[in-house]
């Protein structure tokens, strides 16, 4: 292989020669070449992007950059990059982009770029010249794509919404984690702070983010409102953060520059609904703080009780035990350090309870669509000796109600009990106080590596249950969290495994991975052959976490953005998220993190997710109904008619419950009669509803010869039928 692939090179080589000698005058090839060192070969890859887009408009657009390049220009570096993708390539077996290639597709390929090559030195017109660039285009698209698996067996699922292509998807979750923890999103550490000017710089970066998400597309985000045993809320129960005020305990008012009240839980919620995005209210449940170095570096946090800068966690400890109710107050015997933080120990009923009024205190508060907790459970290396025995008793075990033996199984098992208590008495208080609050967990990709078997009947295991992975880390083994369980025991709304990975990372690749939970929810759910212990399907959502930051933070090879591997990140995570769409078992995708997807955003993050947007996303999304929490349809709207290009409309649902409220109405416009409501293409604005019973405006614009429909939608994302109003044709 080896000798007939340097034989193929001599020979392309001398082809090439004679091409590009053609093809374009020395000053056009040093003008070029100069573009390629200036914007690091960005001619090149942006090309490519536009090859595997199918969009040959872009071709010749400021877009695309190539309005000042002829298709000889074009071409020529069309032949550069094929020749550089084969060479990286070859010989057979090296690693290249998210798999390996099969000789026959080296094959294809080399005869592709001979074939151009001969074609080119005949001196075609420019119309030739265009049919040789989308053949040799399309073979460089097929080539990228014909990957040994695991990528190529998830190829049925991948989904576009190009021309003449399946109808976009109307229904899907877009959601991106905010993370408040040492300021990783927001707030930033220059206005992290407690006077109004401070607090000014706060909700400003607030709204910016919220705006830059509504942009993209968004329709949900996942907020983190109590990341280290503290609030971004006004709590009676924990202090303000310190990575909102700056200093571990500050006690006063958050003023904004007006003299009102800053709560930054009931400001957030605010830009959602302006925005209609779902609010997820994120807590992690166990964790007390955060590493030192977390408190010291950069601008240092400041501890209260002296002024001065935490010079060790132990200060903080001290301070906070002083706070009546405060878990050190209360609990201190039962927190200690894990993995370089202060954790309050999971086998502690008091511990369960303490979190359970933390999460109902917000649920009790404010109007939040969703409880969050992320992949943080048992710590690494946590040491349990006291607790094991002085709760290990039939008593408190109220699941299994035995005494687990003090064994490695029996430690074991008494962990993952203590987790699923948790979860279980978070998920029955928010439902018997708020039943409309969802209750979700995103841990660990991985459950169990296995060999793909989801389990039996009843919600039992095999040996070789769990997904074709072979990673030691898993929910179950190393947080002690069965997630598995609670998905089919419907302890849980919905599931996010982080997969954080590429397609072919040998002990945990994305592919099988999300389709093990996709199939879990499948065969567990309404339209599987499978029931839980109880004999009920699972009312559970799936939804992915998608490493977007992956591209950035220290990625594998496959994610960078470098010579042989352009745009490797952003094709990974677009296939990612073109699989989530194409997968009927996945409801959405959740990325973290936000200050991935901003417009300053580097390493082709921002580029990542405009051609996110103007492809698979550029059509609006509803939430995927959630019908399992009760709830009624809404009355359908009645439209008063349309008067100076504006449509009005009359809520008609005069049901205040929180269940059957209007959360927003849906306006659609199409040429077609009747108006197909199944496909977004025809949403042509989604209006959050006011908090009364009111009369509801909408310029239109154009008119004539639209049909124009309007649905309501209350906060489970049930959708009434349409109203519809026919206008004429052109006068």
Known sequence: MKSKYIRIVLISSCLIAVAIAWLMQPSAVNEIEAQMAEKNQLLIINYTRSIEEYDYEALFTAEGGFENLSPKDILA?????????????????????????????????????????????????????????????????????????????????????????????????????????????????????????????????LRNRFDEMAYLGFNAVIFQISPTGDAFYNSELVPWSAWLTGETNFTGQLLDLNGNEFDPLAYAIELARERNMEFHAWFNPYRITHSLVSYTRGNPIILSQTGRPVESLAEIRSEWASIPGNPFNTMGEYIALGEGRYVLDPGVPAARQWIVRRVMEVVSNYDIDAVHFDDYFYPSGWNDDLTFARYNTAENNRISGIRHPDNPTGRANWRRENTEMLIREVNEAIKETAPWVRFGISPGGVWISGDGSVGLDGGGVTDGTGSASTTSWSNYHSSFADTRRWVIENFIDYIAPQIYWDWSLPAAPYGPIADWWGRLVHYYGPYGHLRNSQGEYTNARLYIGLGLYRMVNNPPIKWRNAYGYEYEGKRTFLRQEHYNLGNPNISGSMIFSHNHIRPRADGGLWQTMTTLRNNAWRYPALVPAITHLGGTYPAVPDVIGIVNNILTWHNAELDADPLAAVRYFVVYRSLEYPIDINNPANIFAVIPAGQYDGIYDLELGEIYGYNFAVTAVNRLHMESQASIIVTETRP
């Not at 070859?90 to 770029?113: K, N, S, V």
């Not at 989308?134 to 695991?150: M, T």
């Not at 067996?153 to 190009?162: D, E, K, S």
Request: no cysteine; glycine share 6%.
């Open 77 to 205: 570096g069309l032949i550069s990059y094929a020749q550089r993708r084969l060479e990286n390539a070859a010989p057979y077996g090296a690693i290249i982009r998210t798999g390996r290639h099969y000789p026959a597709d080296i094959d294809t390929l080399e005869a592709a770029i001979e074939d151009a090559v001969r074609a080119a030195a005949l001196n075609p017109d420019d119309e030739v010249l265009d049919s040789i660039i989308q053949s040799l285009g399309s073979a460089v698209y097929n080539f990228n794509n014909s990957i040994i698996d695991p990528y190529n067996r998830y190829r049925p699922f991948l989904r576009t919404i190009a021309a003449g292509e399946d109808m976009p998807v109307k229904r899907h979750l877009r959601a991106a984690w905010i993370a408040t923890v040492i300021n990783i999103d927001w707030p930033s550490v220059s206005s992290r702070g407690t006077t109004p000017l401070h607090v000014d710089g706060q909700m400003r970066e």
